[in-house]
């Protein structure tokens, strides 16, 4: 079946470095892949997408690359402030069946000023 | 500028009981979602809407209905509410971005059965 894993461990960083958070999925080959931000107690909220015959997607200081051969993306965020202190969640389009985006668990940033 | 507004916000359903999840969008997307959000288990998807007119379902439909009433509103209903259903709610919506559909999320329906 098809699967998406994001580390459940939160990860906590100092403020000025670069957070690199993972996302894995298997058992298919998505178009595109989304990620998006969720912070407390509201809906996450869409930053970046990247298509499958994409290498690497910049915007300001987030990065995200996306490798079909090892079926994982990266997302960066260079210079992390407290307020970038969020879970970030990857979403990969399914490539049959429904059309509706899947969401991976999500990993919590946390950075310490 | 709403974007998606669902109601109510919060809600506490004694089991068996029933209730209707609202959700309105502004921005004229054809498709609409359901999702649901645990811990440690991701947002699910219920059902969705490709358009008016038409609903699917998703992960994890059972225990739910929906209602495309129309291009704007789309509506979850709990017929017999368990507390295996206590959850956080999201509505979404499909906008065009970048060549892609991208989500509009509501802030959420926190409901609890006991």
């Known amino acids: 079946s098809q699967k998406i894993e994001q580390n459940s461990e939160a990860l906590n960083i100092q403020e000025g470095k670069t957070a690199t958070l993972t996302c894995n999925y298997t058992?298919?080959?998505?178009?595109?892949l989304q990620w998006y931000r969720q912070d407390p107690g509201r809906g996450p909220v869409f930053l970046l997408l990247?298509?499958?015959?994409?290498k690497e997607k910049r915007k300001e200081r987030l990065k995200v690359t996306f490798d079909t051969t090892l079926k994982q993306s990266l997302f960066h965020i260079t210079a992390s402030q407290p307020a970038d202190s969020a879970t970030y969640l990857c979403?990969?389009?399914?490539?049959?069946?429904?059309?509706?985006?899947?969401f991976g668990s999500g990993t919590r940033l946390q950075v310490q000023p | 500028n709403a974007g998606v507004t669902q109601t109510p916000k919060f809600q506490v359903l004694k089991t068996g009981q029933s209730m209707t999840l609202q959700c309105a969008q502004d921005m004229n997307h054809n498709s609409m979602y359901w999702y649901r959000q645990d811990p440690g288990m991701g947002l699910r998807l219920i059902y969705y809407?490709?358009?008016?007119?038409?609903?699917d379902k998703g992960e994890v439909p059972n225990g739910y209905n929906v209602s495309r009433l129309n291009k704007r509103e789309f509506s979850l209903r709990l017929e017999s509410a368990a507390p295996s259903q206590t959850s956080v709610y999201f509505c979404a919506s499909t906008g065009f971005s970048s060549g892609a559909n991208v989500l509009t999320f509501g802030a959420g329906s926190r409901l609890t059965v006991l």
């Open positions: 058992n298919y080959s998505p178009a595109y």
């Open positions: 979403a990969p389009l399914p490539d049959t069946g429904r059309r509706a985006l899947t």
């Open positions: 990247i298509r499958e015959n994409e």
């Open positions: 809407s490709a358009s008016e007119g038409t609903t």
